[in-house]
């Protein structure tokens, strides 16, 4: 079945190191992918978007995420992490849903915390 | 600001009750789209249009219904609440049909 997966329910990091938040999607051609941050009490926020080209895409906020067709994932990275992204983050992938419609679906979210 | 509104930001109601949400897309998109947010089912797509016509749908209840209106402002009509349809429901909108989604701030409801 056409799925998102975010393996990490919550990660732990340190302010100033480094980040990587993984996705892995199921699906029989590339999709759309993106990654959205939602912080407590807020809507969701796009982080950035893969289409097609270019398989290293940067963000706004310092984020940027690769896409790797052999490995069917889209993971997010930033080198060096603020206490202000404390959230929770969303892999979502554009998936065929049948009779020609495409359907936006999100992986279960990861939430990030950040110790000063 | 995403530019996509959502009316009311909370609401409180008793079960049986039924309540409408309402959402104003971005300038110029077409496709809006709503979502229920629960602490136990994560974000779930609920339903799509796109102008003015039903896209694609999810795991909507029967129970609810959404309809996008000549102007593309977006209902989402919840009926016969029960206490588990506490959720927090947001609206987004695209441009095309599959295109990045724009999400509102949502709407918090609770059913006491």
């Known amino acids: 079945a056409q799925s998102v997966t975010q393996p990490d329910i919550h990660i732990t990091v340190s302010e100033g190191a480094s980040l990587e938040l993984r996705c892995n999607y199921s699906?029989?051609?590339?999709?759309?992918l993106f990654w959205y941050v939602q912080s407590p009490g807020q809507g969701l926020q796009l982080l950035l978007k893969y289409f097609s080209g270019d398989t290293l895409v940067q963000g706004i906020k310092g984020f940027e995420a690769e896409f790797k067709r052999s490995q069917s994932s889209f993971n997010l990275r930033k080198p060096s992490v603020h206490w202000s992204d404390a959230a929770e983050y969303f892999c979502?992938?554009?998936?065929?849903?049948?009779?020609?419609?495409?359907?936006?679906?999100f992986g279960k979210g990861t939430k990030l915390s950040v110790i000063p | 600001d995403s530019g996509v509104t959502q009316t009311p930001k909370h609401l409180i109601t008793a079960t049986g009750q039924r309540v409408t949400l309402r959402c104003s897309p971005r300038?110029?998109?077409?496709?809006v789209y709503w979502y229920q947010q629960s602490l136990d089912q994560g974000l779930q797509f609920l339903i799509q249009y796109y102008n003015g016509e039903e896209r694609a749908k999810g795991n909507i209840l029967e129970r609810f219904s959404a309809q996008q209106f000549p102007d593309l402002h977006s209902e989402l009509n919840l009926s016969s609440l029960e206490l588990g349809d506490s959720a927090l429901y947001f609206c987004?909108?695209?441009?095309?049909?599959?295109?990045?989604?724009?999400f509102g701030q949502g709407t918090r409801l609770t059913v006491v």
């Open positions: 987004a909108s695209s441009e095309g049909p599959d295109g990045e989604a724009f």
């Open positions: 979502a992938v554009v998936l065929y849903s049948g009779a020609g419609s495409y359907q936006l679906t």
């Open positions: 699906y029989g051609a590339t999709p759309y």
């Open positions: 300038s110029g998109d077409l496709s």
